[in-house]
């Protein structure tokens, strides 16, 4: 009942995206939408789009609940007989279908953003093109990836064997940092939001002077560590009032931070741009940000260095390059938040490849083992720190689906 409904309101409303454009040669149609949860570190939700002739495209969404009914019930209906090469314009017919129903930002926004994902995998397969190549091509041969060593016990296990700290102690820090520089990653970033094992009121958004303290002890210990071998960053988690984030960013001022992400709430863009006005650190926010228009106050209001659209949260491939776009005349710079399986990561190394202002991608699963085995390959897809942008057509990438289906999460 409802794709009927969801089909003529597509339909009535978006007329003209549903108005498949001639072509001379054969063309292709989609046949089915499919999806399956891997049980990673997250809940990876890997999306499939197959066309009548056994072409098969591979997206992922951003972990969210309510993404596969979305796709299989909603979106697969809305889909089913067109063109998968008409990526824009199925695009704005998957919007319009949603329409009212979180096709502006939310679950909506991240289903759309994975089937879009994998709409462009499909078309480089039906063309014989990479994705960087129907982007416009690329301008790097290579992407930096930055290590989110996280906090806590996900930090001390990804750490070298036989460095066993106390958990979210500054040593602990030093030592986790240590371990991702020498496996050849230039940026490292850490949780800083953590406890202290100190009793606080964490609901008022504030922190008194000892814990500020402690976290500028962490602060300390691993920029001391490091030295000038990479860059180091922060996450805060947008945990913090103005008063305590400017106190906290006011006192690592002096340790060279690469940028403090997420220092306040995601809702005011004002106020993290009064925020980054009053400190003397680079901020970096956008994570929680859907489409180019969640971006616009963020980059016209000049005040954030650095932007992180997740791209199978924010609309997908073709949106963050659009956002990339917008922020380049502003001269603000991507850095894309990714926590995702190897999928979404190539998927961002390919908007990372075609624009000027993007400076790397996070990678946020070194604690599982079983990472770089979702994929069929002879080398590694993250070396020294950076992933080379697959020349083969599509994202460029094979999944191991006996992999897949040995972390598959019911």
């Given at each position: 009942?409802?794709?009927?409904?969801?089909?003529?309101?597509?339909?009535?409303?978006?007329?003209?995206?549903?108005?498949?454009?001639?072509?001379?040669?054969?063309?292709?149609?989609?046949?089915?939408?499919?999806?399956?949860?891997?049980?990673?570190?997250?809940?990876?939700?890997?999306?499939?789009?197959?066309?009548?002739?056994?072409?098969?495209?591979?997206?992922?969404?951003?972990?969210?609940?309510?993404?596969?009914?979305?796709?299989?019930?909603?979106?697969?209906?809305?889909?089913?007989?067109?063109?998968?090469?008409?990526?824009?314009?199925?695009?704005?017919?998957?919007?319009?279908?949603?329409?009212?129903?979180?096709?502006?930002?939310?679950?909506?926004?991240?289903?759309?953003?994975?089937?879009?994902?994998?709409?462009?995998?499909?078309?480089?397969?039906?063309?014989?093109?990479?994705?960087?190549?129907?982007?416009?091509?690329?301008?790097?041969?290579?992407?930096?990836?930055?290590?989110?060593?996280?906090?806590?016990?996900?930090?001390?296990?990804?750490?070298?064997?036989?460095?066993?700290?106390?958990?979210?102690?500054?040593?602990?820090?030093?030592?986790?940092?240590?371990?991702?520089?020498?496996?050849?990653?230039?940026?490292?970033?850490?949780?800083?939001?953590?406890?202290?094992?100190?009793?606080?009121?964490?609901?008022?958004?504030?922190?008194?002077?000892?814990?500020?303290?402690?976290?500028?002890?962490?602060?300390?210990?691993?920029?001391?560590?490091?030295?000038?071998?990479?860059?180091?960053?922060?996450?805060?988690?947008?945990?913090?009032?103005?008063?305590?984030?400017?106190?906290?960013?006011?006192?690592?001022?002096?340790?060279?931070?690469?940028?403090?992400?997420?220092?306040?709430?995601?809702?005011?863009?004002?106020?993290?741009?009064?925020?980054?006005?009053?400190?003397?650190?680079?901020?970096?926010?956008?994570?929680?940000?859907?489409?180019?228009?969640?971006?616009?106050?963020?980059?016209?209001?000049?005040?954030?260095?650095?932007?992180?659209?997740?791209?199978?949260?924010?609309?997908?491939?073709?949106?963050?390059?659009?956002?990339?776009?917008?922020?380049?005349?502003?001269?603000?710079?991507?850095v894309p938040h990714n926590i995702g399986s190897p999928v979404a990561t190539v998927a961002t190394a390919h908007v990372g490849a075609t624009v000027p202002n993007f400076y790397g991608l996070e990678y946020h699963a070194r604690e599982v083992p079983w990472w770089e085995d979702l994929l069929v390959q002879e080398v590694p897809l993250i070396q020294d720190g950076r992933i080379e942008i697959p020349d083969s057509p599509g994202l460029g990438i094979e999944l191991d689906w006996d992999a897949v289906e040995a972390h598959r999460k019911e």
């Open positions: 009942m409802y794709e009927d409904f969801a089909s003529d309101l597509a339909v009535t409303m978006w007329a003209d995206f549903d108005e498949t454009p001639a072509r001379d040669g054969p063309t292709v149609s989609i046949a089915d939408l499919s999806t399956v949860v891997v049980d990673g570190n997250f809940p990876w939700t890997i999306v499939t789009v197959e066309t009548e002739d056994g072409t098969v495209g591979v997206g992922e969404c951003y972990p969210s609940p309510g993404v596969h009914e979305i796709i299989t019930d909603y979106l697969q209906p809305v889909l089913e007989g067109e063109n998968p090469t008409d990526v824009e314009r199925l695009y704005n017919l998957m919007r319009a279908s949603l329409s009212g129903r979180g096709s502006q930002q939310g679950v909506g926004t991240i289903a759309i953003s994975g089937v879009e994902i994998a709409l462009w995998d499909l078309t480089g397969k039906l063309l014989d093109q990479p994705v960087y190549q129907l982007l416009g091509g690329k301008m790097r041969e290579s992407v930096l990836v930055y290590a989110d060593c996280h906090a806590g016990e996900a930090m001390v296990s990804s750490a070298q064997e036989g460095q066993e700290q106390e958990t979210y102690q500054p040593e602990a820090y030093a030592q986790a940092a240590r371990a991702a520089v020498d496996d050849g990653f230039d940026v490292v970033k850490f949780d800083l939001d953590v406890p202290s094992g100190r009793s606080q009121n964490r609901k008022s958004r504030h922190f008194d002077g000892p814990e500020i303290e402690h976290k500028r002890d962490i602060v300390a210990a691993v920029t001391e560590e490091i030295g000038d071998d990479a860059e180091v960053a922060v996450d805060l988690h947008w945990n913090f009032s103005p008063e305590t984030a400017t106190r906290l960013c006011r006192a690592i001022e002096g340790y060279g931070l690469a940028w403090v992400e997420d220092p306040l709430p995601p809702e005011n863009a004002d106020a993290m741009t009064a925020l980054a006005n009053r400190v003397d650190v680079p901020i970096l926010t956008g994570e929680n940000c859907y489409g180019r228009h969640g971006f616009r106050d963020l980059i016209e209001g000049q005040g954030v260095s650095f932007l992180a659209p997740d791209v199978p949260k924010v609309g997908g491939i073709a949106e963050t390059k659009k956002i990339a776009d917008m922020a380049e005349t502003y001269y603000q710079t991507l």
